[in-house]
């Protein structure tokens, strides 16, 4: 059966508790980096039209919605979250892309932001036209950071005082991505993060340390 992906709306309400456990079950096997959220909250942003939802029939197999912050001056495209039978098929990038452009319909001069420890996330963010940033760069909106709180590397955040993490912070900038045929290839983007990453080795050196992917991707 072939994979739909489509904005969600009121039909997909009786997701949202598959979905919250979906993102329970991978937050618990990473042990870092995804915010716990409750069915209600996953219904409202259906309700909303602020998710996309990917069904295989009636299964549903990804999910990821937008979130606004600092008064709509930075919105996030939180809870990306694939079925483990689906992953490395190229789903999360579908999914991403759908609710990349519909945060751009919806939030045309919003700097469209993420958090991620994944690497597959850095990857389709920079696809995306997503650059990396510190986090001074992105919202100071009280709200967004106690999204953390559900972290296990919340303490770290707190420790630095909320100027680094284990997550990587990306930023896309509207004016960054007004003409498609401007945007930067895939390999070109993905070059330029690490070409970034190599630059900031001194903001990035704690981090390397604590969380050895940054050497990975820097390696890759
Ligand atoms: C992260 C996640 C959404 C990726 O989903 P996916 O459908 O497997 O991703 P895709 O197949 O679209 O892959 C996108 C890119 O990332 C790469 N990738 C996928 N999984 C990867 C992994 N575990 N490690 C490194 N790279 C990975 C792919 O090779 C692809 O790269 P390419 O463009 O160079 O080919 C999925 O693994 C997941 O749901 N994880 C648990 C929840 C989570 O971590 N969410 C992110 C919170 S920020």
Redesign the pocket.
């Known amino acids: 059966m072939q994979v739909v992906i489509s904005v969600a709306d009121h039909s997909h309400e009786k997701y949202a508790v598959t979905i919250c456990n979906m993102i329970e079950e ?1 937050a618990q096997l ?1 042990g870092t ?2 915010s716990k959220r409750k069915p209600e909250y996953i219904q409202t942003k259906i309700i909303e039209g602020k998710a996309v939802i990917a069904l295989e029939g009636e299964k549903v197999v990804g999910f990821c919605y937008i979130e606004s912050w600092d008064n709509a001056k930075f919105v996030a495209n939180s809870g ?3 079925h483990p039978d ?9 999914i991403k892309t759908a609710i990349f452009e519909l945060s751009r319909k919806k939030f045309p001069d919003a700097k469209i932001f ?1 958090i ?6 850095m ?2 963010n920079s ?1 995306l036209g997503y650059k990396p940033v510190t986090f001074s760069e992105l919202t100071t909106d009280e709200k967004f950071w106690k999204g953390c709180e559900s972290c296990t590397n919340y303490d770290i955040l707190m420790r630095t005082d909320r100027k680094m993490c284990l997550c990587t912070g990306m930023v896309c900038i509207p004016q960054n991505n007004t003409k498609q045929d401007e945007k930067p290839k ?1 390999s070109q983007s993905w070059e330029q993060f690490k070409k970034f990453l190599s630059q900031q080795k001194k903001v990035f050196l704690p981090k390397g340390i604590l969380y050895p992917k940054i050497n990975k991707i820097l390696k890759k």
Do not use: D, N
């Not at 689906?86 to 579908?94: F, I, S």
């Not at 991620?116 to 996330?121: E, I, K, P, R, Y």
């Open positions: 991978a990473r980096g995804i990306l979250i694939v689906y992953r490395q098929t190229g789903l999360a990038k579908k993420g991620t420890t994944s690497l597959a996330v990857k389709i696809e895939s």
